[in-house]
């Protein structure tokens, strides 16, 4: 299983960005995927999780209304749109998938490599 992360990059405040997660070697019918973080310093967290089959989300409280995850089949493709971005969103952005409501808790089956997302003031 590959999940490949793409689109970070330099954003000033209030900027946008759309961070790209492809996912081949098996179908995640009955799992979650999501984005995590690591900002320096800080500990890892869960921002953004969909159910693969429903759809339905999680968010954690400092990116609602702001990001929206979704998620398309045809491409087996996760995405995060990133609005509003503030300073303190800088962080290294990572793709996950799990079992439905274990990526919230920090627990994921598999795992992409980071893309850097940095805002600037």
């Known amino acids: 299983v590959q999940l490949q992360a793409s689109g970070g990059g330099l954003v000033q405040a209030g900027g946008s960005l759309r961070l790209s997660c492809a996912a081949s070697?098996?179908?995640?019918?009955?799992?979650?995927m999501g984005w995590f973080r690591q900002a320096p310093g800080k500990e890892r967290e869960c921002v953004a999780a969909?159910?693969?089959?429903?759809?339905?989300?999680y968010y954690v409280d400092s990116v609602k209304v702001r990001f929206t995850i979704s998620r398309d089949k045809s491409k087996n493709t996760v995405y995060l749109q990133m609005n509003s971005l503030k300073p303190e969103d800088t962080a290294v952005y990572l793709c996950?998938?799990?079992?439905?409501?274990?990526?919230?808790?920090?627990?994921?089956?598999?795992w992409g490599h980071g893309t850097l997302v940095t805002v600037s003031s």
């Open positions: 969909i159910s693969w089959s429903g759809g339905s989300t």
């Open positions: 070697g098996r179908t995640f019918s009955g799992y979650e």
């Open positions: 996950a998938a799990g079992a439905i409501g274990a990526l919230r808790i920090g627990v994921a089956d598999y």
